[in-house]
């Protein structure tokens, strides 16, 4: 079937036609559905479905669906929330501290300050390396100023950009930014709230947490942080901190090494019972996501979430010739070699082991560079 139909959208009506994207229909009409991936992974373009039909391409949740894979069959109407447009930022490494033994904490100062809500992400580049996706956070205090990103970043044994943060990547290091992405970010409401984070899927979590303390204080909340091993556990000051301020279910969870009171386990098997008056966030890992996404849909509970994935981008020519400018005189330069194309993932995290030997960090599974990292 083929032909011109007519999609609605956020009030303004453009022509689509029959198996294009509802993205692609919207911008071939001069309206930007919010995107980034464009893969079906990120959640930033999950619209509403208001009215008539769209193959939702096994993406819908409720009256929702992805709007870079549902397609036009008909006519209909949708509707996404208004966020900030998409911009870039430049700014400087402040700031570096350790959290965990491979986790840090990397502290930015942007020339102008960017807008965008609790639990987005953006794509960040340190001068000389590959862009990452990474999920600024507030400090453990619940606060950050203004101008400023706080990131999570978990590094890893070979890692690209990971294992050169407090090396090459130093304060006074440049740093550009562009977003924001996702659509897990806080939402006004009523019901109770439910956070859930895994590894460093902690800081988006964490900016929600805080956000919905400062200007959402009649919701309840329920928070639940979970890492492999307690010593992974590194947001426990953060923890207390929501304990203090009179957040009555704050659990911690791991794996292994669990001591009272962390809890031994995963955060889904600590989640409430759930209904359809909460709202869950969650970060981490996929097999995390997934699982308290499916629990959500069984309780017809409004789900946000954001999956930490891989990134296997590699240094482009001249992340690699800025490289090797940096490298003292005596090192010796390795050849450059051609940059084969990677294959496009969302919310990179998980790095590719670089040209040139690194000393080894303490393994650890996979995920998302920043965090749990990640989108």
């Not at 426990?236 to 292994?256: H, K, N, P």
């Not at 955060?267 to 996404?293: Q, R």
């Not at 590719?352 to 996979?366: E, K």
């Amino acid at each position: 079937m083929s032909g011109s139909f007519e999609l609605v959208i956020n009030g303004k009506t453009v022509k689509a036609n029959h198996g294009e994207t509802l993205v692609e229909a919207g911008l071939s009409g001069w309206v930007a559905i919010p995107h980034d991936c464009n893969s079906g992974q990120c959640e930033t373009c999950r619209v509403n479905v208001v009215s008539g039909k769209v193959d939702d391409f096994g993406t819908a949740e409720k009256n929702t669906v992805l709007a870079c894979q549902a397609k036009v069959i008909g006519n209909a109407a949708i509707t996404f929330e208004h966020v900030a447009e998409v911009s870039k930022r430049s700014g400087l490494v402040t700031g570096i501290s350790q959290l965990a033994s491979d986790i840090v904490e990397v502290a930015v100062l942007l020339d102008t300050p960017i807008t965008m809500r609790p639990g987005q992400y953006l794509s960040v580049k340190f001068a000389g390396f590959p862009a990452r996706d990474l999920s600024p956070t507030v400090r453990f205090d619940g606060k950050a100023a203004p101008g400023e990103l706080i990131f999570h970043i978990r590094r890893y044994p070979g890692g690209l950009v990971s294992t050169q943060v407090g090396a090459t990547i130093k304060p006074g290091h440049r740093v550009q930014v562009r977003g924001p992405f996702g659509g897990a970010f806080l939402r006004e409401g009523d019901g109770p709230i439910i956070l859930v984070g895994g590894g460093t899927g902690w800081a988006p979590i964490w900016s929600v947490a805080a956000a919905a303390r400062r200007e959402q204080r009649h919701r309840e909340l329920v928070v639940i942080a979970g890492s492999r091993d307690a010593e992974g556990l590194y947001m426990r000051r953060s923890l207390e901190w929501l304990r203090d301020d009179g957040v009555r279910e704050v659990i911690a969870t791991a794996e292994t090494g669990a001591v009272n009171p962390v809890m031994r386990g995963r955060p889904t098997h600590y989640l409430p019972s759930l209904g359809p008056e909460d709202t869950i966030y969650v970060a981490g890992p996929p097999p995390l996501v997934d699982s308290v996404k499916a629990k959500s849909r069984a309780a017809a509970a409004r789900c946000y979430a954001d999956p930490f994935l891989p990134n296997a981008q590699p240094l482009s020519l001249v992340d690699r010739v800025m490289a090797m400018l940096r490298r003292p005189a005596a090192a010796p330069v390795e050849a450059l070699r051609p940059v084969l194309p990677a294959l496009a993932m969302p919310r990179g995290r998980a790095e590719p082991a670089p040209t040139s030997a690194i000393p080894p960090l303490p393994a650890s599974a996979p995920r998302r560079t920043q965090a749990a990292s990640r989108r």
